[in-house]
């Protein structure tokens, strides 16, 4: 097994080979410092760059940052992090080492026949946090449930699309999580989105996560439910 030192190696190299492998460079480096809750103020004042150089790149406005700019990029959300107590650095890296002995990252479920937004929070005695007024005009063709830490780790972006399956009036629900800040900045970032984000057993959710879901227009909705009871009943749709 890996050494936690060898592990944070491999994090850092997993993360700064996404940003090097991505066709939009920019928006991978804004979700990692989105997921690490580092401010564009600060990465720029420990990189030694300008807060609209980051904004620029963030943006895709600015052509590929070099790899002495990816280097010092990962480096800084590494140093930030163990500054306050290493939290971001410990859960992924918990997640990385428990990978190989984990069940599927995501599993893609379809139903028989739509159902509408509301009858799915209703089913999963789901409690709606955001966007309620759009529930009533969805219409979900199935689920997908995923790990959210090792979708993030282990997951390409080219392979996101994946998560859909046939077609992307599906709801994802997140286990996992400990906020929902992870999840939906995933979301956030990508090329597609789901119609509606559930978010299993989270105490205390992260006020970004809340307002990237209204910006969205994506509604979110948490449940206590236990997964034995939430799938056994999406599994009769």
Known sequence: MATQEETMELLEARIAGEITLSETPGSVMKKWRELFGVTQTDLAKNIGISNSTISDYEGNR???????????????????????????????????????????????HDFGAAVSGSDFARIIEGKVIANPNYLDSIKLFGYTRLDSLRIILEMSPAEYPKLFGATSERAFIFEGVSTGRTPLVVIRVAPIKPKLVVLHNVQNIDKLAIKIARIEKLPLITTKLNSDDIYGRLGKL
């Open 62 to 108: 600015r052509v590929s940052p070099g790899v002495g700019v990816i280097k010092r990029f990962v480096e800084t959300l590494f140093n930030i992090d163990e500054g306050r107590g290493s939290s971001v650095i410990k859960s992924l890296s918990n997640v990385s080492m428990q990978a190989e002995e984990s069940e599927p990252m995501y599993a893609i």
